[in-house]
């Protein structure tokens, strides 16, 4: 813990964190010490992990990486964190994301854009992004600032920065963790899920953040399999599909490399390689960029000025007056794009034209997914179509980032478990990833095949 606590304030330049805690962190491993001596050592007993800053944690500051919450304190601790906590867990500090976890690249962040620990080979020395919005996460465990860290994923943040950064992570079948203590981006995509090094150790986290709890409507009621203890790369009877409308017109070649390099791998450990059809996959795109914005729109309307965190209050003001005045100063660029998105799809005149429409595509998308898990147990596709970017080269261009989650997107409308594993370099020597997606609650398959790849 002393280790990692050093390496976090070393590598301060990477803005991966918001705030450090490392009492917290030092704490645990006291404790773990004690449990290690009493012989009751807990599964992550003083493991010093990071965790998003769109968890609440009790008495520490919490900002979602915006204005609008930038001092706010809660007096309540998230299901999640509480999980890892009693799992033997200590926290590093809260790390940086993009701004209410809207972006791919870090860069809404009202903290500052995260660094990349990755450099291109190409002798110039480009900052890249991590990735989104969980990039400080990806940052940090890439970094080796802590072993592992907590994301969420709304529409791919936990998978693209993996993919970005190199390392694992796992979005749980929606359900599994609560979202009780997060703040709330689009409820009904919103997971959180584990970052780390390894395929193991991915399944050890997401182990200890997972379980049923009454706080959260949609929890799911059901018991957490030990995914560690039942980990395997024999991968003998299980189909893999491909499916083909995954292979976009402008996906570089070293993507589809990468793909192929994949499924051979899988073939290696055992398993059939099948090729399937998700006909309806190039609506998810548009059809998430309309049901997450009106979500948030709605989430985001308890930003007023009166509950919590930022006030502005011009002199003489009335209460209008002070709506307005807060939400224009808290909120940054990409959140009022989508809170405007938001209101507009849901207003009485386009309700139907655009929010009934992409329900009814998140609808198809969801069969989709069902008829391919007749031929096949699990998906393999790249994470994104591309490797890290420049800071600063996307961010003008908001299409042009929704773009890279279009991999990413549909099992999120789907509500399944996905995850990202490094599938190797390009050839300026930046990860790439490879995603899985697996039937709801397989858990299991997608941890298993990570592994066959790993
Ligand atoms: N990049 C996507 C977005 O901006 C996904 C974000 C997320 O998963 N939190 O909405």
Redesign the pocket.
């Known amino acids: 813990a002393e280790q990692f606590v050093a390496r976090v304030a070393a590598a301060r330049s990477l803005n991966a964190f918001i705030t450090e805690t490392p009492e917290h962190a030092l704490a645990a491993a006291d404790a773990a010490d004690k449990a290690r001596a009493a012989g009751t050592l807990a599964p992550l007993s003083g493991v010093p992990i990071g965790m998003k800053d769109l968890f609440c944690t009790a008495g520490v500051r919490s900002t979602a990486a915006s204005a609008m919450l930038g001092d706010f304190v809660p007096p309540y601790e998230s299901t999640v964190s509480a999980k890892l906590w009693a799992a033997g867990a200590g926290m590093l500090g809260k790390l940086n994301l ?1 701004q209410f ?4 690249s870090n860069e809404t962040s009202a903290l500052g854009d995260v660094v990349s620990p990755w450099r291109r080979n190409d002798g110039g020395n480009a900052a890249l992004t991590p990735g ?2 969980s990039g400080g996460s990806a940052a940090a465990v890439s970094a080796r600032l802590c072993p592992a860290a907590t994301g ?6 936990i998978r ?1 920065p993996a993919a970005f950064t190199g390392i694992s992570g796992i979005k749980p079948t929606y359900g599994r963790c609560s979202r009780w203590g997060i703040v709330a ?1 689009a409820s009904s995509l919103d997971q959180a899920g584990a970052m780390a090094r390894d395929v193991r150790d991915c399944a050890l986290m997401l182990h200890a953040m997972s379980g049923f709890d009454p706080k959260d409507a949609t929890s799911l009621d059901l018991p957490v399999p030990d995914w560690e203890a039942a980990l395997s790369a024999d991968l003998r009877g299980k189909r893999i599909g491909i499916p083909r409308e995954y292979r976009v017109d402008d996906m570089p070649a070293e993507i589809d490399a990468l793909w192929r390099q994949g499924a051979a791998w899988l073939k290696d450990a055992g398993a059939e390689v099948v090729d399937v059809s998700l006909p309806h996959t190039r609506y998810a795109l548009p059809a998430y960029y309309i049901v ?1 914005p009106a979500e948030a729109s709605s989430n985001l309307a308890r930003y007023d000025g009166v509950r919590y965190g930022l006030r502005d209050l011009p002199e003489g003001a009335g209460l209008q007056d002070m709506y307005a005045a807060t939400r224009a100063a808290g909120f940054g660029a990409e959140v009022k794009r989508r809170i405007l998105i938001g209101t507009y799809v849901l207003s009485a005149g386009f309700y139907d034209a655009y929010y009934t429409q992409a329900q009814k595509i998140r609808t198809l998308i969801a069969r989709d997914f069902e008829q391919a898990w007749a031929s096949c147990d699990l998906l393999l596709t790249p994470t994104a179509p591309s490797a890290a970017f420049a800071l600063g080269e996307r961010s003008a261009d908001p299409i042009a980032m ?1 773009l ?2 279009v991999f990413t997107v549909p099992s ?1 409308l789907a509500g399944l478990p996905a995850m990202s594993v490094p599938g190797g370099l390009d050839g300026q020597g930046l990860p790439l990833g490879l995603q899985l997606i697996g039937r709801p609650l397989d858990e299991q398959g997608v941890l298993n095949a990570g592994l066959a790849i790993e």
Do not use: E, H, P, V
């Open positions: 993009d976890a809207m972006g791919s989104g919005s969420t994923d709304t529409g791919g943040s693209q981006f997450a929704y890279n989650d999120s």
